[in-house]
Nanobody, 126 residues
Framework: QVHVVQSGGGLELAGKSLRLSCSAS????????MGWFRQALGKERELVAA????????YYADSVKARFTISREHNKNTIYLQMNSLKREDTAVYYC???????????????????WGRGTQVTVAS
């Protein structure tokens, strides 16, 4: 059984920063491609950023490029999302997701991920 545990988030002012953390645990030796999704009230869940197991490949939504950075610990199923220059439109519930393998063409699809965290609220106030 795979457990995805995420932390971080909360309330912050526009222009400031927040950091999210996530760890996925499974059988010994499990390797996961991982990502962050978010879902704002009344909107569909969307990819924010994702990173391959190797850490070589990263993917970002256009809306967060140059502001958010996804990273992962080497050879571990632990990722981070550093969110800088926050905007009100970043307000959403953020979900960590993991999968044994995500094809390059499918990173943005939530259906590509098998395991999900419980979500954490990020609220940006002006």
């Amino acid at each position: 059984q795979v457990h995805v545990v995420q932390s971080g988030g909360g309330l912050e002012l526009a222009g400031k920063s927040l950091r999210l953390s996530c760890s996925a645990s499974g059988r010994t030796g499990s390797k996961f491609d991982m990502g962050w999704f978010r879902q704002a009230l009344g909107k569909e869940r969307e990819l924010v950023a994702a990173v391959s197991w190797s850490g070589i490949n990263t993917y970002y939504a256009d809306s967060v490029k140059a502001r958010f950075t996804i990273s992962r610990e080497h050879n571990k199923n632990t990722i981070y999302l550093q969110m800088n220059s926050l905007k009100r439109e970043d307000t959403a519930v953020y979900y960590c997701a993991a999968a044994a393998y995500v094809p390059g063409s499918a990173w943005a699809s939530s259906r590509s991920y098998d395991y999900w965290g419980r979500g954490t609220q990020v609220t940006v106030a002006s």
